[in-house]
């Protein structure tokens, strides 16, 4: 949705630069506390407190910081105070995405999913780390994910760009040189 986008990039922007501009500030653990907070403002219970109007900015505040697992930092809980009283709690996930975009770019990095049709190995892994990244030409942040209908190989999924080496695709790409 691009009204959701407009509306996340100035705080993912205002997050980024206040994490950047503050000394001892780490964007990997800035990364983790807003994913949480993301993750918890996607949840369907928390979107129906979020309409409720007789819930106050603080009860809501309390909640959210009550749920999330780990302690959030000085700056996590100004921030969270700032989306409540602008009612933007339920844009968090889109700032989320739009933050650590900001915090790959300034890395160098891309964020990486690989599709797997059967679990991997820690050597398989960072054999298939170093071979992706000298392919995309970047630091990969890698997640792994199993993927059954795959057959067998991987398919990488980075930012727009995807390669597909799984016998899945290879048969579909057979078929229609077959049918075609």
Not at 46 to 61: G, Y
Not at 103 to 109: A, D, H, K, L
Not at 127 to 133: D, G, Y
Not at 144 to 149: A, G, I, K, L, R
Request: include cysteine; charge should be negative; charged fraction near 20%.
């Amino acid at each position: 949705m691009a009204e959701l986008a407009t509306i996340a990039r100035p705080y993912a922007e205002a997050l980024y630069k206040a994490c950047t501009g503050k000394a001892g500030t780490d964007l990997n653990g800035a990364c983790a506390w807003v994913d949480e907070l993301a993750a918890i403002a996607a949840n369907p219970q928390l979107r129906q407190l979020l309409d409720n109007p007789k819930v106050t900015a603080e009860q809501l505040f309390d909640v959210i910081t009550g749920v999330a697992k780990t302690a959030l930092p000085e700056m996590a809980h100004n921030f969270l105070r700032t989306l409540l009283d602008n009612g933007r709690v339920q844009v968090l996930p889109e700032i989320a995405t739009q933050f650590r975009a900001l915090v790959n770019q300034g890395n160098g990095s891309s964020d990486a999913v690989v599709y797997s049709a059967f679990p991997l190995d820690a050597n398989a892994l960072a054999e298939l780390s170093a071979t992706l990244q000298k392919r995309f030409a970047r630091t990969l942040n890698l997640s792994v994910q199993t993927d059954e209908s795959l057959i067998g190989g991987v398919r990488v999924v980075v930012g727009d760009e995807v390669l597909d080496t799984s016998v899945k695709a290879r048969l579909e790409q057979m078929k229609a040189a077959l049918t075609a």
